[in-house]
Nanobody
Framework: QVQLVESGGGLVQAGGSLRLSCVVSGRTGSNYAMGWFRQAPGKEREFVTA????????SYADSVKGRFTISRDNAKNTVYLQMNSLKHEDTAVYYC????????????WGQGTQVTVSF
């Protein structure tokens, strides 16, 4: 079993930055690819970014490319999401998720952290 706890959300002005953290406990380590997703009010949850177990492979949604950076520190069992040049449309609840290497489904999810970007 894997447990995920996000932190770092908050209120920020447009153009500002935030860094989200996701601490992973349980069966941890580089066996899990990690992803960040977000869900805005009235919208479906959407993919934001993902990173491979070892950290070498990263992918981003077009809407955040060049502004967001995902990273991981397996020694600390933590995944980060650095968000720069935030826009109002980035406002959402952000979730981290874990996917076993070799599987297609994110089986484990955190409780989410709210990010609000004011105009």
């Amino acid at each position: 079993q894997v447990q995920l706890v996000e932190s770092g959300g908050g209120l920020v002005q447009a153009g500002g930055s935030l860094r989200l953290s996701c601490v992973v406990s349980g069966r941890t380590g580089s066996n899990y690819a990690m992803g960040w997703f977000r869900q805005a009010p009235g919208k479906e949850r959407e993919f934001v970014t993902a990173i491979s177990g070892g950290g070498a492979i990263r992918s981003y949604a077009d809407s955040v490319k060049g502004r967001f950076t995902i990273s991981r520190d397996n020694a600390k069992n933590t995944v980060y999401l650095q968000m720069n040049s935030l826009k109002h449309e980035d406002t959402a609840v952000y979730y981290c998720a874990a996917r076993g290497v070799g599987t297609n489904e994110y089986a484990y999810w955190g409780q989410g952290t709210q990010v609000t970007v004011s105009f």
